[in-house]
Every structure is written in structure tokens, then in C-alpha cells.
């Protein structure tokens, strides 16, 4: 059948770290890392548009005069991928995280949340030698809100949210 689409996979990965620490007579440290997998499948027989799943990762640790506060949350959805370039070297690729749980501890308490997120991504990616593996970099935008809090098996309401600017490099596989 012409003027149909094959579904031809795409992979997609990103992963960023940053670490600082800060001495003087109250130091303080703090690491983050975000990650990201997506499988996606073409939608148009140009190789423009891409439709699939997302999982997504954060994890934040931060030690200020000596407490501990961790924040890490996995989440995943549904996600699209549009190639502005007919090579794919400019994406825009957004997902709804629908489940998105987290853990949040600040010094010996703890809680999960649980919410929704929102991923948005510029990206531009060079090819490979290979012709099907894209390196780059990408300008992401991450925000979540957490509406149900559950500690010590009690459920109650919560107002929390999250977001976060940040680059991060991609490395994209396509068949």
C-alpha cells in the first residue's frame, strides 16, 4: 500500500550529570543527573514525525549544613518526536509523563509523591559515520506536579512541584 508509513523504530537516549560543591564554614554540595529512553515509531513515510514511549529519570542530592535532601523521580508516558529537517538533525520532541512517582527526603523524613510531568526537547544531532547513529546535544525543559503525598502508608494531599532547565547530550539509533 503506498502513501502509508512503515513503522520504523527510532531509539533515543539522553543523560546529563552536574556536581558542585561549595566549602567555607557551612559548606554545601550538590549533584544532579537526568536520563531519558525513548522508543518511537515514524508516522509519515518522510521520517518527520515519530510517535512512542518515554521513560524518564531525575535525581537531585543536595547537603547544606549538615542535612541531606534527596528528590528523585521515574517517570514515563506517551511521547512525539517531530524532525524539523528532513535529515533529522533538528527535533522538537515533547511527552506528557502521566505516572511520574517520586521520592523526596529531607533529613530522617520521607515521602512519595505521585503526579504528572511534562518533558519538552529541542535537539540537534550530527550522523554518525554510520548513517544511523546521531550524537548531540539537546536544550530540554522538565516540570512536574505532584498532587498525592503518601508517608508512613498515609495518603493526603500535596502541592509540590518541580522544574528544571537544562542541556544534555542525545544519542539517537535509527534502522
Given at each position: 500500500?503506498?502513501?502509508?508509513?512503515?513503522?520504523?523504530?527510532?531509539?533515543?537516549?539522553?543523560?546529563?550529570?552536574?556536581?558542585?560543591?561549595?566549602?567555607?564554614?557551612?559548606?554545601?554540595?550538590?549533584?544532579?543527573?537526568?536520563?531519558?529512553?525513548?522508543?518511537?515509531?515514524?508516522?509519515?513515510?518522510?521520517?518527520?514525525?515519530?510517535?512512542?514511549?518515554?521513560?524518564?529519570?531525575?535525581?537531585?542530592?543536595?547537603?547544606?549544613?549538615?542535612?541531606?535532601?534527596?528528590?528523585?523521580?521515574?517517570?514515563?508516558?506517551?511521547?512525539?518526536?517531530?524532525?524539523?529537517?528532513?535529515a533529522g538533525t533538528y527535533s522538537l520532541t515533547g511527552t506528557y509523563g502521566y505516572l511520574a512517582k517520586a521520592t523526596y527526603?529531607?533529613?530522617?523524613?520521607?515521602?512519595?509523591?505521585?503526579?504528572?510531568?511534562?518533558?519538552?526537547?529541542?535537539?540537534?544531532?550530527?550522523?554518525?559515520?554510520?548513517?544511523?547513529?546521531?550524537?548531540?546535544?539537546?536544550?530540554?525543559?522538565?516540570?512536574?506536579?505532584?498532587?498525592?503525598?503518601?508517608?508512613?502508608?498515609?495518603?493526603?494531599?500535596?502541592?509540590?512541584?518541580?522544574?528544571?532547565?537544562?542541556?544534555?547530550?542525545?544519542?539517537?539509533?535509527?534502522?
Amino acid at each position: 500500500m503506498t502513501g502509508f508509513a512503515q513503522a520504523d523504530p527510532l531509539l533515543d537516549f539522553g543523560f546529563v550529570y552536574s556536581g558542585e560543591t561549595f566549602n567555607t564554614t557551612a559548606s554545601s554540595s550538590d549533584t544532579q543527573y537526568f536520563y531519558n529512553a525513548s522508543l518511537l515509531f515514524n508516522l509519515d513515510t518522510g521520517q518527520r514525525c515519530f510517535i512512542g514511549w518515554n521513560v524518564f529519570g531525575i535525581s537531585q542530592a543536595s547537603v547544606a549544613a549538615s542535612t541531606t535532601t534527596n528528590y528523585s523521580s521515574l517517570d514515563m508516558g506517551p511521547s512525539i518526536r517531530w524532525n524539523i529537517d528532513k535529515a533529522g538533525t533538528y527535533s522538537l520532541t515533547g511527552t506528557y509523563g502521566y505516572l511520574a512517582k517520586a521520592t523526596y527526603s529531607s533529613g530522617s523524613s520521607s515521602e512519595n509523591w505521585e503526579g504528572s510531568s511534562l518533558l519538552a526537547q529541542f535537539a540537534i544531532q550530527a550522523a554518525s559515520g554510520r548513517q544511523k547513529i546521531f550524537l548531540g546535544l539537546s536544550l530540554n525543559y522538565y516540570s512536574a506536579t505532584y498532587t498525592k503525598k503518601v508517608v508512613s502508608r498515609v495518603e493526603s494531599s500535596n502541592s509540590a512541584q518541580k522544574s528544571w532547565i537544562f542541556p544534555m547530550i542525545t544519542l539517537t539509533w535509527r534502522p
